[in-house]
């Protein structure tokens, strides 16, 4: 089985500045099958970033994917207060649907 | 408007029986991989069933045999039948759409209903 680590576990920013999201995976996964979802308290998860890099619809161009083989990184060029949520990996593909833990973008 | 609605949780003793339901507006469960996706309290997501377009399913292992995935046509519904509920299954139940059919694979869930609660407690 595949797991997912995701870091930092929290990530403490200010609005304006940078957000450098990591997923590391335990083997290699096919980019096809890494995806990045935004979760705000009592909302379901949303969809941000399939595919490793293909942003979803209606998602803001201050979100980008990257990354492959077993290192992903989800970024926020400059994050908005709407932004702090939690956010997880997802490898999403042929009979394999693990998520990573979580990051937690929190106001500093 | 393009949405999913989930309903069918409750609070129910250990060992028994929960169907989840999730219906959907403006586009066929039949044509879409379609997910279920479940939340514990304080804890991380965990995908517990997946049925592709052709009706072949996908259990983790921690609900196979237990629980059950389907769709209705008729009434553009996904199902899932949880039998030998266990404490461990408290969760809020969340559906999601998955990649269209015709995919060889389903790599995102790009809608989700708002969830539902199941409670296992005696």
């Known amino acids: 089985e595949i797991v997912l680590t995701q870091s930092p576990g929290t990530l403490s920013l200010s609005p304006g500045e940078r957000a450098t999201l990591s997923c590391r995976a335990s083997?290699?996964?096919?980019?096809?099958?890494l995806a990045w979802y935004q979760q705000k308290p009592g909302q379901a998860p949303r969809l941000l970033i399939f595919?490793?890099?293909s942003r979803a619809t209606d998602i803001p161009d201050r979100f980008t994917g990257s990354g492959s083989g077993t290192d992903f990184t989800l970024t926020i060029s400059r994050v908005e207060p709407e932004d702090f949520a939690l956010y997880y990996c997802?490898?999403?593909?042929?009979?394999?649907?693990?998520f990573g833990q979580g990051t937690k973008l929190e106001i500093k | 408007e393009v949405k999913l609605v989930d309903s069918g949780g409750g609070l129910v003793q250990p060992g028994g029986s929960l169907r989840l339901s999730c219906t959907a507006s403006?586009?066929?469960?039949?044509?879409?991989?379609m997910n279920w996706v479940r939340q514990s309290p304080g804890k991380g997501l965990e995908c517990v069933s997946v049925?592709?377009?052709?009706?072949?399913?996908f259990y983790a292992d921690s609900v196979k045999g237990r629980f059950t995935i389907s769709r209705d046509s008729v009434s553009n519904t996904l199902f899932l039948q949880m039998n030998s509920l266990r404490a461990e299954d408290t969760a809020v139940y969340y559906c999601?759409?998955?990649?269209?059919?015709?995919?060889?694979?389903?790599?995102?869930?790009?809608?989700w209903g708002h969830g539902t609660t199941v409670t296992v407690s005696s």
């Open positions: 999601a759409r998955g990649s269209p059919g015709g995919m060889s694979y389903n790599n995102r869930m790009d809608v």
């Open positions: 403006e586009f066929s469960v039949n044509k879409y991989y």
């Open positions: 049925i592709d377009y052709t009706g072949g399913t």
């Open positions: 083997q290699s996964v096919g980019s096809n099958f």
């Open positions: 595919g490793a890099s």
């Open positions: 997802q490898l999403c593909g042929t009979s394999a649907y693990t």
